[in-house]
Every structure is written in structure tokens, then in C-alpha cells.
């Protein structure tokens, strides 16, 4: 049974800084108010300056739960894919795979 599977999705930019939908949507913020008269014209900025993101990378962690007797193991597995924007080509793939194991622990007198 799969557990706990979530969708990882951000955009590296040519510079190694990530950005995401919020924080693009902060920089609007910013622009708008820039544009709204309380800021100069010869310092406030605006959009059309940034840079294009050239890939995308996405991926996947999923978790699967087994219980045996007093033993826990939890194995983990974490997908990457990075596709290339212009060409819309997987430029890159890998997974990693981790297990976790518990004992558990009786209360006993």
C-alpha cells in the first residue's frame, strides 16, 4: 500500500535561485505597488526584466509500511525528473531509496 505520496514541483532558474508561485506572486505584489505613485520613477522597477527558467524538476516521494511481530520498516522512495522547457525533454532522472526501521517498544512490569 502507498502512503503518504506527494508531489514535489519547483523551477530552478539559470542562476540557482528557486522560485515558486508565491514568491513570483510577492514580486507582482511589488511591482504593482512600485506602479501605484508611492514609489519614484527613476528607482521604482518593473516586470519584463527577469530571467526565463530553462528547466523544470519534479518529482515524487512515496512511502511504503510494513509491520512484522515488533519490527516497523518504512521504505522511502524519492523520484526526480529535470525537463529541459525549450525541448520539453527529460534532460535527467534518478530516484533514491531509503529504509527506516523501528522497533517497538512493550510497557511492561
Keep these: 500500500m502507498m ?22 506572486q510577492d514580486v507582482a505584489d511589488e511591482y504593482a505597488y512600485q506602479n501605484s505613485g508611492m514609489v519614484s520613477d527613476t528607482s521604482k522597477k518593473g516586470p519584463g526584466g527577469q530571467i526565463g527558467a530553462d528547466f523544470v524538476i519534479n518529482g515524487r ?41 523501528y522497533k517497538k517498544k512493550s510497557i511492561g512490569l
Design 3 to 24: 502512503n503518504g505520496q506527494k508531489l514535489i514541483c519547483k523551477k530552478l532558474w539559470p542562476n540557482w535561485l528557486e522560485g515558486d508561485k508565491e514568491a513570483r
Design 61 to 101: 516521494i512515496d512511502s511504503i509500511v510494513q509491520e512484522v511481530g515488533k519490527d516497523k520498516s518504512v521504505y522511502y522512495k524519492l523520484t526526480l525528473n529535470l525537463t529541459n522547457l525549450k525541448t520539453n525533454v527529460m534532460a535527467w532522472s534518478n530516484h533514491k531509496q531509503i529504509r527506516k526501521t
